[in-house]
C-alpha cells in the first residue's frame, strides 16, 4: 500500500478517469475526498470506498475550493495529495470556438487548477509534505482537431506544473502532471470523441482502447512518497500514440 493513512482530494472524482483515480488511491490506503460539481457522481464514487467523503465542488469557484480544502482538513486533518483531475472536454471545431466559450473552458481547466493548487498549498507547506498531480492530456503533443481551447488550457497546465514544481520544492511538495490519450469513460463513450477510438488506436503502439484503469496506476504513482525525487515532470500514459 503506497498511501496508508494519506489524505488525498480528487477532483472531478465522480465519473471517469477521475473516479478510477479515486478507486486506485483508495485500493493504495489513501482517504479519498471525491470532488465533483455533481454531488450525486461523488456520493456513489465516495460510498464505494472504504474511508471517503463526497463534496460538491466547481472548481471555478474560490469560494467552492476553499470549502473543500478547509472541509478536507476538517474532516481527516491534513492534506497529502491534490488530484486536479476535473475538466471539460468540448468537441468543438475552431469556427464555433468564440470568446465566451474559450473563457468558460479557461477558467474550469486552468483557472480551477490554479485556484486548488494557491488553497492546497497552504496546509501542505504547513506539514512540510505534499503531491500535487495535473492531469493534462496528449492533445498537447497531437495537436487533436476540435479541442483548440481545450489544447491550450492543458498546456497551460503542463507549463504551471514546471513553474510551480520549482517554487515548492524546498516544502517538500512534488508537482507533475500526467497525459492521458484517448480513454473510453461515461464522458468521451458519450460525445463525438467516441467516433477517434479507432483511428487512434491504429497510431498506438499498443492496439486496443485505453480504459480509466490504464491511466490511474501512474497517478498513484506520483502521489507516493517513494516518487519523491520526480517533479516538474509530464508523463505521457497513452499506449505509446505520441511516443512523448
Ligand atoms: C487523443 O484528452 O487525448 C480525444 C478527448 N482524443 O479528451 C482528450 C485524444 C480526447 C485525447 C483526448
Not at 482502447?209 to 501512474?218: E, G, L
Request: proline fraction near 3%; charge should be negative; hydrophobic fraction near 45%.
Amino acid at each position: 500500500m503506497k498511501l496508508k493513512d494519506r489524505v488525498a482530494i480528487v477532483t472531478g472524482g465522480g465519473q471517469g478517469i477521475g473516479a478510477a483515480i479515486a478507486r486506485k488511491l483508495d485500493a493504495e490506503g489513501a482517504k479519498v475526498v471525491v470532488a465533483d460539481r455533481n454531488a450525486t457522481g461523488a456520493e456513489k464514487v465516495a460510498d464505494g470506498l472504504q474511508d471517503a467523503v463526497a463534496m460538491e465542488t466547481d472548481v471555478s469557484s474560490e469560494a467552492d475550493v476553499a470549502a473543500l480544502v478547509d472541509g478536507t482538513v476538517e474532516r481527516f486533518g491534513k492534506l497529502d495529495v491534490l488530484v486536479n483531475n476535473a475538466a471539460i472536454v468540448p468537441f468543438k471545431p475552431w469556427d464555433e470556438i468564440d470568446f465566451a466559450e474559450w473563457r468558460r473552458l479557461l477558467s474550469v481547466n486552468l483557472d480551477g487548477v490554479f485556484l486548488t493548487c494557491k488553497a492546497s498549498e497552504v496546509p501542505m507547506r504547513e506539514a512540510g509534505y505534499g503531491r500535487i498531480v495535473n492531469m493534462v492530456s496528449n492533445t498537447i503533443m497531437a495537436g487533436t482537431p476540435n479541442m483548440a481551447h481545450y489544447i491550450a488550457a492543458k498546456a497551460g497546465v503542463m507549463g504551471f506544473t514546471r513553474g510551480l514544481a520549482t517554487e515548492l520544492g524546498k516544502h517538500g511538495i512534488t508537482v507533475n502532471a500526467v497525459a492521458p490519450g484517448l480513454t473510453e469513460t461515461e464522458g468521451t463513450l458519450d460525445s463525438p470523441h467516441k467516433e477517434a477510438f479507432d483511428f487512434v488506436q491504429g497510431l498506438q503502439a499498443i492496439p486496443r482502447r485505453a480504459v480509466a484503469d490504464d491511466i490511474a496506476p501512474t497517478v498513484a504513482f506520483l502521489a507516493s512518497e517513494e516518487a519523491g525525487w520526480v517533479t516538474g515532470s509530464t508523463i505521457v500514459v497513452d499506449g505509446g500514440h505520441t511516443r512523448h
